[in-house]
């Protein structure tokens, strides 16, 4: 059974594995988020190149289509808790390194490359390995309650916590923000390490296999199942939707609104306040609608916001409709990752997950450019009017899987029954 029991309510209990992966996930995406901030702000003062500074998130984000689907495999064949400490280790050091490097004035744009693509690299492996892990920490039907609780801690951490504790780590050198990441990953992986749980029993691989033949079975599982089927088409088409606003939205909020650095800054923030509040009020819509048609209704309201925000020309209008579009972004998170766990066939989680991931997340950089030549031929609101556009066909894709029923399965057993999809 699942070590991390079910609290009376129907959540996960916080003692055990549990509490201890979400203190380890909270602790990594504070780190992260402290890293991700530093990093522009050290490259712009390395390099006046907007190529070379825009290149460092690129590196950034390039590692999860070109190993995405091997992180997923390799997950599936190992410990997920022995991967995920030895990951969160071997970042500590990759960070600390360079946390050294640049305190002694050693650091160069090249550095910075290599760092981005490294970390990103090794993030593949420890995120499917934790997707794969959390069913064997909590009761089936808790799982939805702990992702909700894992994804809610991490925006705090990262959006609420990181972000402005940058400039004051930043006080004590350009150094301190990646030390401090170093720190947190090694607390990280202690806790993980920590985790008592049994190994994972998987049968026998056929003679023969081979990473690459796994991950297509991975890619064949993913195709097979409808819902899964239908909710990475709509993620994918969001993701290219959501390039487009992202790389547009400092233009929408500070040219067109006319609202300046600040207006920005509560753009953002009302983003982040939403996605807490999603994380928290998600929970219940599904009680009243069941998963796939909470994920409809997330796509549905999101679309309506982001006509908003490209029609309306307001800064409170703007801010309100950002954090509706917040709320339920975290909604459609919770939910997809609930059901990605659910549905699929014991040991292959890690390459669904990573085929879900990689095939949702090449169209964002695609959305990215479009956003950028929409903006420039046709003004700076377009973008969320084209980011709506796809919302809109996202919900179409998924539309046809709404009543499909849902399975649960229980992780340590493979049996598995269903319930219909409200």
């Avoid at 996960?12 to 504070?30: E, N």
């Avoid at 089936?140 to 909700?148: D, I, K, M, R, V």
């Avoid at 994972?200 to 991950?215: C, H, M, N, V, W």
Wanted: proline share 5%; glycine share 14%; net charge positive.
């Amino acid at each position: 059974m699942a070590s991390g029991g079910t609290a009376g309510t129907g959540g996960p209990a916080w003692r055990g594995g549990f509490g201890r992966l979400w203190s380890a996930a909270v602790l990594s995406g504070f780190g992260d988020a402290l890293r991700t901030a530093a990093l522009p702000l050290l490259a712009v003062s390395l390099t006046d190149d907007p190529l070379l500074i825009s290149s460092v998130a690129a590196c950034g984000q390039l590692p999860w289509i070109v190993f995405g689907l091997l992180g997923g495999a390799v997950a599936d064949r190992v410990d997920q808790r022995r991967a995920m400490w030895a990951v969160d280790t071997v970042r500590a050091l990759l960070v600390g390194g360079f946390a050294v490097a640049v305190a002694l004035g050693h650091a160069s744009i090249g550095l910075l490359l290599a760092l981005a693509f490294a970390l990103t690299t090794l993030q593949t492996l420890f995120d499917n390995a934790a997707t794969a892990l959390l069913p064997a920490l909590v009761e089936p039907q808790a799982l939805g309650s702990a992702n909700a609780r894992l994804m809610t801690g991490q925006r705090v951490a990262g959006g609420l916590l990181g972000g402005p504790a940058v400039p004051l780590l930043l006080t004590a050198g350009a150094a301190a923000p990646f030390a401090a990441n170093a720190a947190t990953c090694l607390a990280a992986a202690a806790l993980v390490a920590s985790l008592r749980i049994p190994g994972p029993e998987r049968p026998p691989r056929p003679a023969g296999s081979t990473l690459r033949r796994e991950t297509a079975e991975g890619l064949r599982a993913l195709g097979r199942d409808r819902v899964l089927r239908g909710l990475c088409a709509a993620t994918a088409l969001c993701n290219v939707g959501m390039g487009a606003l992202i790389a547009t939205l400092v233009i929408l909020v500070t040219g067109w609104l006319g609202a300046g650095t600040k207006g920005y800054a509560a753009a953002l923030t009302a983003y982040t306040a939403g996605s807490l509040a999603g994380g928290v009020a998600g929970g219940r819509i599904v009680a009243r609608l069941g998963r796939v048609r909470t994920v409809l209704l997330a796509g549905t309201v999101q679309t309506a916001a982001l006509v908003v925000m490209g029609v309306v020309r307001s800064l409170p209008v703007a801010v309100a409709a950002l954090a509706v579009f917040g709320l339920m972004g975290m909604v459609w998170n919770v939910n997809t990752t609930t059901l990605m766990q659910q549905r699929s066939p014991a040991g292959m989680l890690g390459r669904i997950s990573a085929a879900f991931r990689t095939l949702s997340v090449a169209g964002a950089p695609l959305g990215a450019v479009l956003g950028g030549a929409v903006a420039a031929a046709w003004g700076p609101n377009l973008p969320a009017l084209l980011t709506a556009g796809f919302f809109v066909l996202s919900v179409a894709a998924l539309t046809p899987v709404r009543a499909v029923d849902v399975k649960v399965g229980t992780p340590d057993d493979g049996v598995t029954t269903t319930h219909a999809a409200r």
